[in-house]
């Protein structure tokens, strides 16, 4: 087999024209082709008069050996480790997120059977406690868009895009795509999944793990985590169960407040780091098409378009889009009680009348203070209740057309877009979330993509406060082999610090797995 990249098809052309175009960039005869496959496709935009779609090739040819320079060999993405556990002892996983459940599945496949501990509920009963906060206002705290398996990005547009270049992902997209998710994820350049196809796919997953001799208990909250001589010796839960373990996995997400709460009161090593805060921007999706593909907004080829804007003001702070989601709907995302909190969500069609992104202001630990380590996550929880003040305490969320924000001015009336944020919204002036040097990066910022993105800061874009979940604003200290200096305890993913998405935490639960096998060895 060969592979073959910068395969260029004019988006008017078909893909079955794809062995022609192969056949005229290897200069042979389409007969020669015995198999084409795709590999990667991405769409070039940059010029709205001519659309293309970029491919990357899979192809078996009747003479390989005329092209030696790009066989490739087929290659098990699975990291295979070859050793049967010592302890009899089994692992516990904290948190059944991307990165919990991809290190269970490991640690599973290798015969470690472990135990995953998750303190929401199982997916279908956390889908139904989200649509009754959704509809009625009535919040769990303990199920809900943050909490229950699957973690926070079940409930959003279930995107497989990152920026870490590691082999471990395309075992990450396999393993998604075996369990359910569209094959189509496998080669495209910017793969999502949609919530509606997440909910099965992770189920499928925890079921995989269930067969190979893991268990996973909802419903159950690791209370504490018991160390002797500095290694870890057994946790406690929430039904006051106690499990003698030597190894733990913590797979929190980065919403897991009270579990950062208790690993600080356990001097658990763990430092400051940078995270962000601002709101949800929606747009027509309409108007986001006609924007990015020109003349071909409407064209039956392309998809829902995307959009991803950067900014840095003067003194070097960022600002940026984040977690767009085409065609999606803005999403009550609180785990508090008497706090609003907003994320995006879209399902695999990404059909939806809006376009929703976070825009985002970065915050620096220098930002803060005092000594404590916990003071990202205290000012997160003081701007979401700002926000819930705002909206008029009953968990509707404040909104402002983006043009009133820049100008300090409360919104009386919509324009085009109506706010899809429910159980409802309340205008208000947005302004007086942020500090004024908050503020002055966020309307610089704005500005800024309303030159980059036509229409980005006109008249009916829509604000919706606040976003303050992006990533977690601490991280869990590890050595080289992934360790707490706490032996045997292990942070991962997102929550302590080391992921940034589905796909960034899914990787960190494997390696995470992996180095405990490594360790063990």
Same mark, same amino acid.
């Given at each position: 087999?060969?592979?073959?990249?910068?395969?260029?098809?004019?988006?008017?052309?078909?893909?079955?024209?794809?062995?022609?175009?192969?056949?005229?960039?290897?200069?042979?005869?389409?007969?020669?082709?015995?198999?084409?496959?795709?590999?990667?496709?991405?769409?070039?935009?940059?010029?709205?008069?001519?659309?293309?779609?970029?491919?990357?090739?899979?192809?078996?040819?009747?003479?390989?050996?005329?092209?030696?320079?790009?066989?490739?060999?087929?290659?098990?993405?699975?990291?295979? @480790?070859?050793?049967?556990?010592?302890?009899?002892?089994?692992?516990?996983?904290?948190?059944?997120?991307?990165?919990?459940?991809?290190?269970?599945?490991?640690?599973?496949?290798?015969?470690?059977?472990?135990?995953?501990?998750?303190?929401?509920?199982?997916?279908?009963?956390?889908?139904?406690? @989200?649509?009754?906060?959704?509809?009625?206002?009535?919040?769990?705290?303990?199920?809900?868009?943050?909490?229950?398996?699957?973690?926070?990005?079940?409930?959003?547009?279930?995107?497989?895009?990152?920026?870490?270049?590691?082999?471990?992902?395309?075992?990450?997209?396999?393993?998604?795509?075996?369990?359910?998710?569209?094959?189509?994820?496998?080669?495209?350049?910017?793969?999502?999944?949609?919530?509606?196809?997440?909910?099965?796919?992770?189920?499928?997953?925890?079921?995989?793990?269930?067969?190979?001799?893991?268990?996973?208990?909802?419903?159950?909250?690791?209370?504490?985590?018991?160390?002797?001589?500095?290694? @870890?010796?057994?946790?406690?839960?929430?039904?006051?169960?106690?499990?003698?373990?030597?190894?733990?996995?913590?797979?929190?997400?980065?919403?897991?407040?009270?579990?950062?709460?208790?690993?600080?009161?356990?001097?658990?090593?763990?430092?400051?780091?940078?995270?962000?805060?601002?709101?949800?921007?929606?747009?027509?999706?309409?108007?986001?098409?006609?924007?990015?593909?020109?003349?071909?907004?409407?064209?039956?080829?392309?998809?829902?378009?995307?959009?991803?804007?950067?900014?840095?003001?003067?003194?070097?702070?960022?600002?940026?889009?984040?977690?767009?989601?085409?065609?999606?709907?803005?999403?009550?995302?609180?785990?508090?009680?008497?706090?609003?909190?907003?994320?995006?969500?879209?399902?695999?069609?990404?059909?939806?009348?809006?376009?929703?992104?976070?825009?985002?202001?970065?915050?620096?630990?220098?930002?803060?203070?005092?000594?404590?380590?916990?003071?990202?996550?205290?000012?997160?929880?003081?701007?979401?209740?700002?926000?819930?003040?705002?909206?008029?305490?009953?968990?509707?969320?404040?909104?402002?057309?983006?043009?009133?924000?820049?100008?300090?001015?409360?919104?009386?009336?919509?324009?085009?877009?109506?706010?899809?944020?429910?159980?409802?919204?309340?205008?208000?002036?947005?302004?007086?979330?942020?500090?004024?040097?908050?503020?002055?990066?966020?309307?610089?910022?704005?500005?800024?993509?309303?030159?980059?993105?036509?229409?980005?800061?006109?008249?009916?874009?829509?604000?919706?406060?606040?976003?303050?979940?992006?990533?977690?604003?601490?991280?869990?200290?590890?050595?080289?082999?992934?360790?707490?200096?706490?032996?045997?305890?292990?942070?991962?993913?997102? #929550?302590?610090?080391?992921?940034? #998405?589905?796909?960034?935490?899914?990787?960190?639960?494997?390696?995470?797995?992996?180095?405990?096998?490594?360790?063990?060895?």
């Amino acid at each position: 087999m060969i592979r073959v990249k910068d395969i260029k098809i004019s988006i008017n052309a078909k893909e079955q024209n794809l062995k022609k175009a192969l056949a005229r960039k290897l200069k042979i005869y389409e007969d020669e082709i015995l198999d084409v496959s795709i590999y990667k496709k991405s769409i070039d935009a940059r010029n709205k008069d001519d659309i293309i779609f970029t491919y990357t090739l899979n192809a078996k040819l009747k003479n390989e050996n005329n092209f030696k320079d790009l066989i490739i060999e087929e290659k098990d993405s699975y990291p295979h @480790i070859e050793h049967k556990r010592k302890s009899d002892k089994r692992p516990v996983i904290v948190g059944a997120g991307p990165c919990g459940l991809f290190a269970g599945l490991v640690l599973a496949r290798e015969g470690y059977k472990p135990i995953i501990f998750e303190q929401g509920k199982d997916v279908d009963e956390r889908k139904k406690d @989200i649509d009754k906060f959704w509809s009625e206002g009535k919040l769990n705290p303990l199920s809900n868009v943050q909490f229950g398996e699957g973690g926070a990005g079940t409930f959003s547009d279930g995107k497989l895009t990152t920026l870490i270049n590691n082999p471990l992902c395309d075992y990450v997209l396999e393993e998604f795509e075996r369990c359910g998710a569209p094959e189509e994820i496998l080669y495209e350049a910017h793969p999502h999944v949609g919530t509606d196809n997440l909910i099965n796919v992770i189920k499928n997953i925890r079921n995989k793990i269930i067969d190979l001799g893991g268990e996973v208990f909802f419903d159950e909250k690791i209370i504490d985590i018991n160390f002797s001589d500095n290694k @870890i010796t057994s946790i406690k839960t929430s039904k006051d169960k106690t499990v003698e373990t030597d190894t733990v996995i913590l797979a929190i997400g980065h919403s897991s407040r009270q579990t950062f709460e208790l690993l600080k009161d356990k001097n658990i090593p763990m430092i400051k780091k940078p995270f962000s805060v601002g709101f949800r921007a929606e747009h027509l999706q309409s108007d986001i098409n006609k924007s990015q593909y020109g003349k071909y907004f409407d064209h039956e080829l392309l998809k829902a378009a995307e959009y991803k804007l950067s900014y840095h003001d003067d003194e070097n702070r960022g600002v940026y889009t984040f977690c767009m989601c085409p065609g999606g709907v803005v999403v009550a995302s609180a785990s508090e009680e008497g706090r609003v909190v907003t994320n995006g969500m879209s399902y695999y069609k990404r059909d939806g009348e809006n376009a929703n992104s976070a825009i985002l202001v970065s915050i620096l630990p220098e930002d803060f203070t005092s000594d404590d380590v916990l003071e990202g996550m205290h000012f997160q929880r003081e701007l979401e209740e700002k926000a819930y003040n705002l909206g008029g305490k009953n968990y509707n969320a404040p909104v402002q057309l983006i043009r009133d924000y820049l100008n300090n001015k409360v919104t009386t009336k919509l324009g085009r877009v109506t706010p899809s944020y429910k159980p409802g919204y309340t205008f208000a002036d947005l302004n007086e979330l942020f500090s004024d040097k908050l503020n002055k990066s966020l309307h610089e910022g704005i500005k800024y993509f309303g030159r980059k993105l036509k229409g980005f800061d006109d008249n009916d874009g829509v604000l919706t406060g606040v976003e303050t979940r992006s990533s977690s604003p601490i991280r869990i200290l590890r050595d080289d082999n992934f360790e707490s200096e706490i032996k045997g305890l292990y942070p991962a993913g997102e #929550g302590c610090g080391y992921a940034g #998405g589905i796909m960034s935490a899914a990787v960190d639960g494997i390696k995470v797995a992996i180095a405990i096998i490594e360790n063990e060895k």
